[in-house]
């Protein structure tokens, strides 16, 4: 059990002013396994001007030596990641296989690349008479979700500290214990007080306090679209500046002349991943008619694989759902396709056998699934894969772009030219052609109701500077 009673303000731990408390379930057991403070609007105030009042000294430091604290910072969560990798096991789920590599190591990875992104980045250049210098962009609010809750948490904090900003936290409720980790990383390599802050507690009343409080230059949201528009709606009062990374519906297109042995059991992996609690996850499988019959084979057989287990069994490849919500809000989802009149190719909205205690939902494939169904507009955040069937590529390409989200995309093909053809003519932040391989520093972002802006690399540390014009 993880007694977290303080928040982190000004580089010290402190109460909150508030006396409530949340509680951290274990996601495989339904357990309680941590309490964090249930911060207060007071905190958030007290932690945006701790931020505003370091912001001076810390955006004139020098990019070497923020460069060389990100490092550090890097080594750190580095050092701990079996640990972290545990927790955020039992808080999300994810198997334990893959949370050291995905959940610790991604993050830890934009620690490092943010200390390597400004040590070689151009901080100014010449326009005509004009020298355009890259300021940063002052205190930034981040708010974050519990899919990849650590690794959400560095796609913010890593590149707004680069930048010279200086940043106050709120991390999801529900999966919050890895924040604590990461709070006491930055302590112990001895970031300056004030340029990092830490309150924990719930979206409307912290992270509403974060997206409306006047000292707040940016704010960066990662969640649902439902909250993002709220975020948005709050910061426009100070003209604040918004980054938003939100839901997905997002589609994989399986070309007429694709290898199918490849294709299946890849699309399945990139919609079960994380149980379908991924914003990119590929939840609408696009495929001829003519092949749809062996297609359904074929994803039944490779989805039945993903056999529902804790995360700490070394076998299991789909963990439990983050909490009783999601698992609920899956199941109805799964329902509704049911009375929807899609046809169940596997899975179900029973509870997996054997499975009474934790938050396990089947591993399931739909059919025949039409533009109009729920189950092919909404975000479902679970292992629900949506197989649609299209005669033509056009319509393939249609169908793909019938939708108000634009977060990422698979086209598979035998003709990767071809297939790069179509991954061009799809509306969204990303595409991967033939299962590409993961980039971290590729640029990764929504268009439409996805979100505005984008995170990694280059592009995403952009994100957190300002431009300004010298004219001489
Ligand atoms: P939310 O959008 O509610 O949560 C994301 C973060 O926003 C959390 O820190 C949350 O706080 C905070 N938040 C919630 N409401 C507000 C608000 N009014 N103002 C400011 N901050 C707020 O996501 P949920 O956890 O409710 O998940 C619901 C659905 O959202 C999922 O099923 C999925 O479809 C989608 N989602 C998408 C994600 C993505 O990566 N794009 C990530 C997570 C969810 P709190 O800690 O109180 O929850």
């Known amino acids: 059990m993880e007694v977290r009673d303080k928040i ?45 009042d370091a912001f001076t000294e810390w955006s004139t430091t020098s990019a070497e030596e923020r460069s060389k604290l990100l490092a550090r910072a890097a080594e750190g969560l580095g050092a701990r990641t079996d640990e972290i990798a545990q ?21 830890t990875g934009v620690f490092a ?23 940063p962009v002052g205190v930034v609010g981040a708010i974050t979700p519990w899919n990849f809750p650590l690794y959400q948490i560095a796609l913010k904090v890593a590149p707004a500290l680069a930048a010279g900003c200086t940043v106050v936290l709120k991390p999801s409720e529900v999966a919050p214990l890895n924040a604590f980790a990461l709070a006491d990383v930055l302590h112990d390599i001895g970031l300056p007080p004030g340029v990092f802050n830490l309150v924990t507690g719930t979206g409307p009343v912290v992270g509403e306090a974060i997206a409306s409080h006047p000292k707040v230059d940016m704010v960066s949201f990662t969640g649902s679209t439902r909250a993002g528009k709220r975020v948005m709606q ?26 199918l042995d490849a294709a299946i059991p890849g699309g399945l992996f990139a ?130 772009n019938d939708t108000v989200y634009g977060l990422a995309g698979g086209v598979w093909g035998g003709d990767k030219a071809h297939a790069e053809q179509v991954a061009r003519q799809m509306r969204t932040g990303q595409v991967d052609v033939n299962g590409g391989s993961f980039n971290p520093v590729a640029p990764f972002g929504g268009y439409k109701q996805s979100g505005i802006g984008r995170e990694r690399g280059k592009f995403g540390f952009e994100e957190f500077l300002e431009v300004k014009s010298l004219q001489r």
Do not use: H
């Open 234 to 259: 709050l910061a426009s009062e100070t003209v604040k500046r918004v980054a938003l990374e939100l839901g997905g519906k997002s589609a994989n297109i399986i070309l007429d002349d694709a290898d």
């Open 87 to 107: 927790m955020i096991a039992r808080e999300v789920g994810m198997p334990l296989s893959l949370a050291g590599m995905i959940q610790v190591g991604l993050p």
């Open 8 to 52: 982190y303000i000004g580089g010290a731990w402190v109460p909150s002013t508030g006396k409530g408390t949340l509680e951290v379930i274990d996601s495989n057991t339904e357990e309680v396994i941590g309490t964090i403070p249930e911060g207060t609007v007071e905190d958030v105030d007290r932690a945006v001007t701790a931020a505003a």
């Open 271 to 400: 919609c079960y991943m994380n149980s379908g609690q991924t914003c990119s996850a590929l939840t609408r499988m696009l495929v001829p008619r003519s092949r749809l019959a062996d297609i359904e084979a074929r994803a039944k057989a490779a989805a039945e694989e993903y056999t529902p287990g804790s995360a700490f069994e070394p076998s299991t490849r789909l963990g439990p759902l983050v909490s009783s919500v999601q698992r609920d809000r899956v199941r109805g989802y799964i329902q509704k396709g049911l009375d929807e009149g899609a046809k169940l190719v596997t899975g179900g909205a029973e509870t997996p056998e054997g499975l009474d205690k934790g938050y396990f939902v089947r591993p399931t494939v739909f059919s025949n699934v039409t533009r109009d169904m729920t189950i092919a507009r909404e975000e479902i955040f679970g292992p629900v894969l949506s197989i649609m069937p299209y005669d033509t590529e056009e319509e393939a390409i249609e169908i793909a």
């Open 113 to 135: 690349d943010s200390a390597k992104e400004i040590a070689d980045f151009k901080w100014e250049e010449e326009v005509g008479n004009s020298l355009v210098v890259r300021e």
